[in-house]
């Protein structure tokens, strides 16, 4: 089936933008530009509703006629609407309601007896490899050490990651943290609002949430010929997220307002992209198989698409010691979303016309929460077993032991005599 865009049905109000003149001559020698009719108007509704989006289409409504009748400041307004509105939706996902379809489940270890397993949180204390407690005052809410053994065990699954996914024909790429604003509204995160997860900084800028963004940006305003898609990058940063969560199963650093990922991303063609998603989600599936976690497959329903994903696929690795489903790994297709907004866009070899490209994103690690997911899969009485395939990235050490070198740290009240 052929990928329906909104930004296709919305592509005559879009073209209001370029009715702007410098005189009235010239305004009046251009012609009225089309605008969306009225059924394709309540498509985009019932795409809104579906993917429990903020609902701005009685605004639009109201704007698209005085804009062309040339109000200048309800154009901008009613391009300001246009820009929030989700992408389109893959029509399979129209009938899932708003819970995920399971695809696959992959069981690699047998865990030991519910009773005997513990979290996280108490096994790497145990260990002393970690610390949460007491940082407030000086680091913050949700922040987070981890040294030693696991911070050594951080930097192995950040090798094998790229090890992985380079060997799949992605390039390397070290991108910046700080990004302008328009970028990271243009991936499809809003930077303002009491919901937003970003960090604004006092320029102006804001901190990356992921690298996707820095990777997008990096191609805004390029024309690539279509000999060179598709294009596969990779990148290691440190991402920024201002959420937090009370629930009790989010505890410890399973949702942190900072934490290190290994990101894909690819540009292509409209014809590749569905093919780019599959292999972003084999690659997925496989980096966990052969870390010999236990994790289900979804496919996720339009209420968790966000606002730029046209279809998304989630993993999520059990956690023993939490006794629960937690996402280790998601990857979706923005077919067009991004790229109209940013720039992106590719010459056809065919016949030489120029068009916008789609993109693809996928987490290859998001290091905390695999770690609740491999420290609690892997303990032993007194130990952590590591997979053998992070053993070559640590020296080919088998199991992460209390550390005693560094010492352990207590809260201590200073009593004035």
């Known amino acids: 089936m052929k990928l329906l865009t909104n930004s296709r049905l919305l592509r005559p109000l879009l073209l209001l933008r370029r009715q702007r ?14 605008v969306p009719t009225s ?13 429990h989006h903020r609902n701005n289409l009685p605004l639009i409504r109201s704007l698209v006629q005085e804009a062309v009748a040339g109000d200048q400041d309800k154009l901008r307004q009613l391009q300001a609407e246009l820009e929030q509105l989700p992408n389109s939706t893959h029509p399979r996902l129209q009938d899932y309601g708003e819970q995920p379809r399971e695809l696959a489940q992959y069981v690699h ?7 005997s397993l513990k979290e996280f949180s108490e096994l790497a204390r145990a260990l002393n490899l970690f610390r949460m407690d007491h940082l407030g005052n000086y680091t913050g809410h949700k922040s987070y050490y981890l040294t030693g053994q696991l911070a050594t065990l951080e930097q192995a699954i950040i090798q094998y990651a790229l090890q992985v996914v380079t060997g799949q024909g992605f390039r390397l790429i070290s ?20 919901r937003t997860q970003v960090y604004k900084l006092d320029t102006g800028e804001c901190l990356s949430g992921t690298s996707e963004m820095a990777l997008a940006g990096y191609f805004a305003n390029k024309l690539l010929p279509e000999e060179q898609l598709p294009l596969k990058v990779t990148a290691v940063s440190r991402c920024y ?24 991303f690819a540009i292509c063609t409209e014809e590749q992209s569905e093919a780019e998603l599959e292999e972003f989600k084999n690659i997925e599936v496989d980096l966990f198989r052969r870390l010999g976690l ?54 056809r070899s065919s016949d030489g016309q120029i068009l916008h490209a789609h993109t693809i994103n996928g987490t290859a690690t998001a290091i905390p929460r695999l770690l609740i997911a491999l420290l609690e899969s892997y303990q032993r009485a007194d130990a952590i077993e ?3 395939v992070l053993r070559p990235f640590m020296d080919g050490q088998e199991l992460i032991t209390r550390n005693k070198r560094i010492p352990e740290t207590k809260l201590v009240k200073f009593i004035k005599a």
Request: glycine share 6%.
């Open 294 to 347: 236990n994790f289900r497959l979804l496919d996720m329903p339009p209420c968790e698409l966000g606002a730029p994903a046209y279809q998304k696929y989630d993993i999520e690795a059990w956690m023993p010691g939490r006794q629960m489903w937690g996402e280790i790994s998601s990857c979706s297709n923005c077919t067009d979303y991004q790229a109209r907004r940013l720039g992106i866009k590719y010459r």
């Open 175 to 194: 991108v910046p943290d700080i990004l302008p604003r328009e970028v990271i509204e243009s991936c499809g995160m809003r930077t303002e609002g009491e």
């Open 386 to 388: 590591i997979p053998h």
């Open 39 to 51: 059924a394709q108007l309540d498509e985009l509704e019932r795409n809104v509703v579906v993917r």
């Open 109 to 115: 270890r047998q865990l030991p007896p519910k009773s």
């Open 21 to 34: 003149s410098h005189d009235a001559k010239a305004a009046e020698a251009q012609k009225p530009r089309p």
């Open 241 to 264: 997220r201002a959420e937090t969560s009370g629930l009790q199963e989010e505890k410890g650093i399973y949702r942190v307002h900072q934490f290190t990922k290994v990101e894909m």
